[in-house]
């Protein structure tokens, strides 16, 4: 079968499997729940779809059309998350404008260090929006 991420043709800047929680929504602690993400960079917009697996065997879950959930990263920051965040290795911190706190991480230093520049980047180009 085929699967299809609706991205509505814009083009995307990044895209890529890694592991992600959210620990607060809308400042409130929630419990968290590491999934598999296929994540895209579109602008300022980071969409997030669950799937399974991890790297090229990773698989959308059924017949996702729609991104599990997008974050605005205008006004958002980055950073490397500390150890009592997490007890996983190469963990990024991202903290919304509006109050979403999420984890990012992968087993694979090289691709979470290209995210982290990315993100990095992407909060600075859309700082005065
Ligand atoms: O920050 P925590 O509570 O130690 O996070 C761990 C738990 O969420 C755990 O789930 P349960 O408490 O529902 O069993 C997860 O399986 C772990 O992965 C979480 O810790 P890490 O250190 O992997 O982020």
């Not at 694979?108 to 180009?125: C, G, H, P």
Request: hydrophobic share 30%; glycine share 8%.
């Amino acid at each position: 079968s085929t699967y299809v991420l609706d991205l509505n043709d814009k083009p995307s800047e990044k895209c890529g499997v890694l592991n992600v929680t959210k620990i607060t929504e809308n400042g409130k602690k929630v419990r968290k729940n590491w999934t598999s993400s296929w994540t895209v960079l579109q602008g300022s917009s980071l969409l997030f779809a669950k799937g399974q697996g991890s790297g090229t065997s990773w698989k959308f879950v059924g017949n996702q059309s729609k991104p599990e959930f997008t974050v605005d990263l205008r006004g958002g920051s980055v950073d490397w998350a500390s150890k009592d965040k997490s007890s996983k290795k190469h963990v990024i911190e991202l903290k919304t404008r509006q109050g979403t706190e999420l984890l990012i991480q992968s087993e694979i230093d090289s691709v979470i260090n290209d995210w982290y520049r990315t993100l990095t980047d992407t909060i600075s180009t859309h700082a005065w929006e």
